[in-house]
């Protein structure tokens, strides 16, 4: 095969890092990136260097935000006694875009899976701590999937609560979720069906 100028290759060894795009998808974009007029390459690649500069994490519930808090844990009128347990932003952006949650959120930064590493130290359990500290928060809704990680991340937290914040409602999203499937993947209906009929653990 003929070997590409090494500015392309650069860019196509990059572009293929990214999830499921190889090396000929990788080289498909490039091409596709050099046919595109020259202020818009240089806005998309104004666009990936200032992203770093652009983007927070909220230091309330640790989601992605052009502002600090975000918008959601800024907004006045979210209701401020309930508190959404999730893994990821991804999963915050799949519940928001139902438009059916109108409580706060904290996201855990992963599951609980020590074949992985991932320790509760690894958890945001101290952010979860100090939102419970305040006294604001009546319930906690495990929105984590319904893995077995899910699950044993959901059993540590509880208890954890139990212990810590004893009085303190949690419920989980109902059982409607398909075992070994992960929030982010849901649709909107089944999300809004297990989170109202949440059952508390």
Not at 20 to 26: E, T
Not at 103 to 130: C, F, K, T, V, W
Not at 173 to 178: R, T, V, Y
Request: glycine content about 6%; aromatic content about 4%; some cysteine.
């Amino acid at each position: 095969m003929h070997k590409l100028p090494e500015p392309l290759q650069v860019l196509v060894d990059q572009i293929a890092r990214l999830p499921g795009l190889g090396p000929k998808s990788a080289l498909r974009c490039a091409l596709a990136l050099l046919k595109w007029p020259e202020a818009e390459t240089r806005r998309l690649g104004k666009g990936i260097h200032d992203l770093r500069d652009d983007l927070h994490l909220c230091a309330v519930c640790g989601s992605l935000a052009a502002s600090d808090p975000c918008s959601i844990c800024a907004d006045p009128v979210r209701a401020r006694d309930i508190l959404c347990l999730v893994t990821d932003w991804d999963s915050l952006l799949t519940l928001e875009e139902g438009n059916f949650y109108t409580g706060q959120y904290l996201i855990l930064g992963g599951l609980l899976a020590p074949l992985d590493n991932m320790h509760p130290e690894a958890l945001e359990l101290d952010r979860l701590r100090s939102r419970l500290r305040n006294g604001e928060i009546r319930e906690i809704v495990l929105a984590l999937g319904a893995t077995v990680e899910a699950d044993s991340t959901a059993t540590y937290i509880r208890n954890l609560i139990a212990r810590e914040f004893p009085g303190l409602k949690v419920s989980r999203l109902a059982q409607g979720i398909p075992l070994g499937a992960e929030v982010r993947f849901m649709d909107r209906e089944t999300l809004r069906q297990s989170l109202k009929y949440r059952q508390e653990l």
